[in-house]
């Protein structure tokens, strides 16, 4: 499974449309500007500022963890 094709290219703010290139920097611009709302991932912390982002998030640790059972 290939990460990066998860989620587009571009990340675009959906309340102004302006463009990031990374999506961590979406998620800071989305917290600083808008004021969330933000969901976090329960395993890690990690911040989405779409539900299907973080629901795609925690199908890929699940994934994760089952592969490092294997080693
Ligand atoms: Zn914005
Ligand atoms: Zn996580």
Do not use: W
């Amino acid at each position: 499974m290939i990460l990066g094709n998860l989620l587009p290219r571009k990340q675009v703010c959906s309340n102004c449309l302006e463009k990031f290139h990374e999506y961590s920097d979406l998620v800071a611009h989305v917290k600083s500007k808008h004021h969330g709302p933000i969901s976090r991932c329960q395993t890690c912390g990690e911040e989405f500022v779409r539900e299907s982002d973080r629901y795609h998030h925690i199908q890929e640790e699940k994934a994760k963890k089952l592969d490092s059972r294997r080693h």
